[in-house]
């Protein structure tokens, strides 16, 4: 089990490429400033490939007043296993088992249960899924203080 080094980057396209190098890791803890901003990008990504693909003609169906196109519809399919991934080690970091993950399926209430535990901050310090994301490695203030 890795764990990602500390990181304060505010870029999403950073989080973003960190959330795919980790596309099958459903071990270890994400801090939240990761799966949002990784889900940012993604949301972004698919209004663009829907658009596009509207543009070049292979659009289809706007059955439930969404438009949709191919485009868009292979991008998802390809981030589901990133995004599912992330979204386990989001729920570890609270101290929830990837299970929860499931009650996505669950109608009406599930996918509010599910954005509460996504919401909520991290376990602060280790817990039984690893480390905490946030955690510097070592104390930057003593650090400065032997350097000054």
């Known amino acids: 089990m890795t764990s990602p080094t500390y990181s304060d980057s505010n870029n999403p396209l950073v989080w973003f490429g960190r959330g795919l190098s980790r596309f099958a890791d459903f071990e270890g803890r994400s801090r939240r400033k990761a799966y949002w ?17 509207h543009q070049l003609g292979l659009g289809f169906g706007d059955r439930f007043g969404l438009a949709s196109g191919a485009l868009s519809a292979i991008y998802s399919v ?14 570890h970091d ?18 509010f249960i599910l954005l509460f535990f996504l919401l909520r901050p991290g376990t602060v310090g ?3 899924f690893g480390a ?4 510097r490695p070592f104390d930057l203030a003593a650090v400065d203080a032997v350097f000054s």
């Open 126 to 128: 280790s817990n039984r």
């Open 37 to 53: 901003h990784f889900w940012l990008v993604n949301l972004i990504m698919l209004v663009a490939l829907t658009a596009l693909s």
């Open 78 to 91: 390809v981030m589901l296993m990133p995004g599912l991934a992330l979204t386990v080690r989001r729920l």
């Open 132 to 135: 905490d994301p946030k955690q």
């Open 94 to 111: 609270t101290d929830h088992s990837g299970f929860w993950a499931l009650f996505y399926f669950v109608p009406y209430i599930g996918s």
